[in-house]
């Protein structure tokens, strides 16, 4: 009887735990972009425009360094020598995940509709269209982004879901992932859990967080500059 109960209060510390983590983490990656919402401010000038993008970019550094420091504590290496079977399945599923959302987009049709996320970060490119600001903008949601959410999601996240088990720790970054992106309606629900599929995939198959960051960087590529 004492031994259920004790097993019963561990994995509910167990389950407070993760869930602090997951509310931490939210508010850190949700906390990347700041800088960018100052974008929107009606009639800014070039010289705020690239000083806010160019802090932007500094921010984001520093939180990549600060996760990235949290996993090398813990003995959790990023990166490796470049193995070329594991880029080819970063490239095979950012091509997979490139074909799902085509063919999601067609089966929805004209029930596609643009999320809140997607429409505030066209409208940031709408306001920044050359120059140093336009380049900082690129490199925060082309770069610095997906190495921040690797980190962070299938990085840190991914690493203190481990006492729930593999299928836990697989499912549980995908699906914040997916929700702190902020999907509104099915379709969205499923282009979001797709990438983030993709992306977990790569990390587990490859053992390295550096092949999920190269897909998620080509798909963020592809979305910005296409």
């Known amino acids: 009887?004492?031994?259920?109960?004790?097993?019963f209060i561990e994995k509910s510390k167990q389950g407070v735990g993760i869930l602090t983590v997951t509310i931490l983490i939210?508010?850190?990656?949700?906390?990347?972009?700041?800088?960018?919402?100052?974008?929107?401010?009606?009639r800014i000038t070039?010289?705020?425009?690239?000083?806010?993008?160019?802090?932007n970019?500094?921010?984001?550094?520093?939180?990549?360094?600060?996760g990235y420091s949290y996993l090398l504590r813990r003995q959790i290496t990023i990166f490796e020598r470049l193995n070329w079977k594991k880029l080819l399945v970063s490239v095979g599923a950012f091509l997979l995940v490139l074909l799902g959302t085509y063919v999601l987009h067609h089966f929805f049709g004209k029930?596609?509709?643009t999320s809140d996320n997607q429409e505030i970060l066209d409208e940031?490119?709408?306001?920044?269209?050359?120059?140093l600001p336009l380049f900082f903008v690129q490199v925060s949601m082309i770069i610095i982004g997906p190495i921040v959410e690797e980190i962070y999601f299938r990085g840190i996240l991914f690493y203190e879901s481990r006492m729930f088990g593999t299928i836990f720790q697989a499912i549980w970054p995908t699906i914040i992932?997916?929700?702190?992106?902020?999907p509104a309606n099915l379709y969205q629900w499923s282009i979001y859990l797709i990438m983030s599929t993709g992306f977990m995939a790569v990390?587990?198959?490859?053992?390295?967080?550096?092949?999920?960051?190269?897909?998620?960087?080509?798909?963020?590529?592809?979305?910005?500059l296409f």
């Open 1 to 7: 009887m004492f031994g259920n109960r004790e097993k």
């Open 203 to 224: 990390r587990l198959i490859t053992k390295k967080l550096q092949y999920a960051i190269l897909t998620h960087m080509l798909n963020n590529f592809f979305a910005v």
């Open 124 to 131: 940031m490119l709408g306001r920044v269209s050359q120059g």
């Open 26 to 42: 939210v508010i850190i990656v949700s906390c990347q972009g700041i800088f960018l919402g100052c974008l929107l401010i009606p």
């Open 46 to 55: 070039l010289l705020l425009q690239i000083s806010f993008t160019g802090l």
């Open 177 to 182: 992932f997916a929700l702190v992106h902020g």
């Open 57 to 66: 970019v500094l921010f984001g550094v520093l939180l990549a360094y600060v």
């Open 111 to 113: 029930q596609v509709e």
